[in-house]
């Protein structure tokens, strides 16, 4: 009865041992004396030690930082481009028989994915055309990964570190850019302000009366200042040059 007892001990605890619980996000790939047996999914499950191995994948997206690196562009500027990629497994069978440390491989080949994709563009490009550039080192890098099982979802170029000069260069440029809107736009202002300073003095050609309205609207302007500014209207200036040359004609003719 003793040794009954024993070996259903020995069973119970064999039992216990061999129980796995995979998570809803975990796959199972088993092995039968080394030997691919099949994939189990999420729940509860027995592993047969020593006879059956069991290695844990997991699906769930993984945030990889690419580390900075210096790269030359094309137009043969250097600079730090730090990176992220996102993958997740789809295939767990090829993720643990094809490849050894998928991480590790992804990350290696993703440095040299971004350093030889760059290398292809100027910095201006890079700048300002940064999601199809992401585009095209996501594309390179998942034709690599396919065959582990692994699908990059998307790469994002996150930091650009750009030489000193450089920074002084690019902040010059920019300088002078505004600069020059600024004039442009100026000089457009001084031209509409000429155009309809012309459009008013051929109104008042036409109307001599609005030149005489205007001169009291800016009389009735400067006298509410209450200074001792004294206004001599052009009319004003004009009658007393007539009244002089009268007075002249008049002393001639006598």
Do not use: C
Not at 223 to 239: L, V
């Amino acid at each position: 009865m003793g040794l009954i007892y024993f070996l259903v001990l020995l069973a119970v605890i064999y039992a216990v041992v061999s129980i796995r619980v995979l998570k809803q996000y975990e796959r199972g790939v088993v092995f039968l004396l080394g030997r691919f047996t099949g994939v189990r999914g999420p729940g509860l499950t027995l592993i047969f030690v020593p006879f059956q191995t069991m290695t844990r994948v997991s699906l769930r997206t993984v945030t990889m930082l690419i580390p900075s690196q210096k790269i030359i562009t094309r137009d043969n500027v250097s600079i730090d481009i730090a990176a992220v990629a996102y993958y997740h497994i789809t295939n767990p069978e090829r993720a643990v028989i094809a490849i050894e440390n998928v991480y590790n491989a992804i990350n290696q080949i993703s440095q040299t994915t971004v350093r030889n994709v760059v290398g292809r563009f100027s910095l201006d490009q890079l700048l300002s055309d940064t999601a199809s550039i992401n585009d095209q080192i996501k594309n390179v890098i998942d034709q690599h990964t396919e065959p582990w099982g692994t699908q990059v979802t998307a790469v994002e170029i996150k930091d650009i570190v750009l030489p000193e000069n450089m920074q002084r260069a690019m902040a010059k440029e920019a300088e002078a850019e505004r600069e020059r809107r600024a004039k442009i736009v100026a000089a457009e202002g001084e031209y509409q302000a000429a155009v309809k300073l012309g459009q008013a003095a051929d109104i008042i050609t036409e109307h001599p009366v609005a030149l005489q309205l205007r001169t009291l609207q800016t009389m009735a302007e400067i006298s509410i200042e209450k200074n001792s500014t004294i206004i001599f209207p052009a009319q004003f200036m004009t009658t007393v040059q007539d009244a002089i040359a009268m007075l002249s004609k008049d002393a001639k003719s006598k």
